[in-house]
């Protein structure tokens, strides 16, 4: 079955500081991966990608996420936090397949304090 | 331009009311979703349309009926709905094949 694992329901970090969200995934073939920000009461922002290549993925805000095809991994990074960061973040799974569905973690609540 | 509109953000009703919610794109995506999201959830999945045609019904109640008039509109259908079907609605559209999806700002509604 195919599942994406977010272990950490929150992160604190100090503003400043680097911060990490992690994200594990089990998923059968190359899946498509995904992070996404919520912000109270919105919808879900697009973040970044990664589909092939490279495996360190820059986005938007200063966000990147690093793969590990070895660790099934597809953590979120950012080199200095700001405190408008702060926000829920979900990692997402998209299996190549025509069904282009979003299987999604159970979120990461993200604070970051001044 | 990758913006998801919807309307209305908010909407209270009755369990016996009809209402329906609505959502743009002018993307050119071919694929439209709509999602139901309870707080401090993750979104859950509930249709996918592809060329303005059903492909996907993850088993949601027939009190919500999703409608695609065209290739940018897509509508759902409130009707005798329950007051646990209370959550943000989100819809989104994705380019057929990579499928990046970029996501409305969401209807809020509330069932009494």
């Known amino acids: 079955a195919q599942s994406v694992a977010q272990p950490e329901d929150q992160v604190n970090v100090a503003e400043g500081n680097p911060l990490t969200v992690k994200c594990t995934y089990s998923?059968?073939?190359?899946?498509?991966l995904f992070w996404y920000v919520q912000y109270p009461n919105r919808g879900l922002q697009f973040l970044l990608k990664?589909?092939?290549?490279?495996?360190l993925v820059k986005g938007s805000y200063g966000f990147e996420a690093e793969f590990n095809k070895s660790q099934t991994s597809f953590h979120l990074k950012k080199p200095s936090a700001l405190v408008s960061d702060s926000a829920l973040y979900f990692c997402a799974v998209s299996k190549v397949d025509s069904s282009y569905k979003l299987i999604f973690g159970s979120g990461t609540r993200l604070l970051v304090r001044p | 331009d990758t913006e998801v509109t919807q309307t209305p953000k908010h909407l209270v009703m009755g369990m016996t009311n009809k209402k329906s919610l609505k959502c743009e794109q002018h993307?050119?995506?071919?694929?439209m979703y709509w999602y139901k999201q309870k707080a401090k959830k993750p979104p859950e999945l509930m249709f996918v349309?592809?060329?303005?045609?059903?492909?996907i019904n993850e088993s949601v109640p027939s009190r919500f009926s999703p409608e695609c008039p065209n290739s940018s509109l897509l509508n759902l259908h409130l009707h005798a709905l329950q007051p646990e079907d209370s959550a943000l609605y989100l819809c989104a559209s994705s380019p057929l094949g990579e499928g990046t999806q970029y996501f409305g700002p969401g209807t809020r509604l509330l069932v009494l």
């Open positions: 998923v059968s073939g190359n899946p498509y």
């Open positions: 349309y592809s060329y303005e045609k059903l492909s």
């Open positions: 993307m050119g995506h071919r694929a």
């Open positions: 990664y589909i092939t290549g490279d495996n």
